[in-house]
């Protein structure tokens, strides 16, 4: 892994367990094997609410419920839309496009994805020469929304940690520029206090709505926050 060029780490690999639910229902004596930091992630799994909503429910991630939520705040799923999910391992997205009713989605992660059925699971990077393009052609045509939930492994510094950050956002939100229809919605990941003002500016004259929305499905002490543009010009 290390032998990679740096753009290519783009994604965090699951701490532990499954896609299907990152092993979250495994027993808590399985990490006293596990590092400190393991265990710690483990604990925090299984004693969070929406982590135990989602095993119960079968979503695969407790990050389906932020979808949820901006959805039903926004609309920004209508039905038959097209529908692509940047950074979509382990699938909890592409399960709410559909179940709301989307007629395409195809997602794409360095991650490979557990099949879906009804989407198009793509294990690519997102910033690689052609994936933009096979993204669309397996989607059959323009799509109605564009998700970004993709980040960076942290490398402990923080203005590198930050610049990394911005870039897959600018990359996210050029594609949604470049191939959403008129009237199309674009969501990507932040975190508060982050500047991401030059794209910020170029969202707002590319779209008639932009607002930041920090769900509740969204850990109280992480500073994540996401960034909703609305009406494609």
Do not use: C
């Not at 994604?11 to 229902?25: D, I, K, L």
């Not at 879906?116 to 323009?142: H, S």
């Amino acid at each position: 892994m290390s032998d990679e060029p740096e753009r290519r780490r783009m994604v965090r690999p699951p701490s532990g367990g499954t896609e299907a639910g990152r092993g979250m229902g495994q027993k808590i004596k399985t990490a006293d094997k596990k590092s400190l930091s393991s265990q710690q992630w483990i604990k925090r799994q299984l004693a969070d609410p929406w982590s135990e909503r989602a095993r119960a429910e079968g979503w695969r991630s407790r990050a389906a419920f932020k979808l949820i939520e901006m959805d039903e705040r926004l609309g920004l799923i209508k039905k038959g839309a097209r529908v692509v999910d940047l950074g979509a391992a382990p699938g909890g997205w592409v399960q709410v496009a559909l179940k709301q009713g989307a007629s395409a989605v195809v997602g794409v992660d360095l991650l490979a994805i557990n099949p879906i059925p009804g989407a198009v699971l793509i294990q690519a990077d997102f910033t690689d020469p052609g994936v933009d393009d096979r993204l669309i052609e397996a989607l059959g045509g323009a799509p109605d929304l564009v998700l970004s939930d993709m980040a960076h492994n942290t490398v402990g510094h923080r203005q590198t940690d930050h610049l990394k950050i911005i870039a897959l956002i600018e990359i996210a939100a050029d594609f949604a520029i470049r191939t959403l229809k008129p009237g199309g919605a674009f969501v990507t990941k932040n975190f508060q206090g982050g500047d991401a003002g030059g794209v910020l500016e170029r969202l707002r004259a590319e779209f008639t709505d932009v607002r930041f929305i920090k769900p509740k499905a969204s850990r109280k002490d992480s500073s994540e926050v996401y960034v909703v543009a609305l009406g494609k010009l």
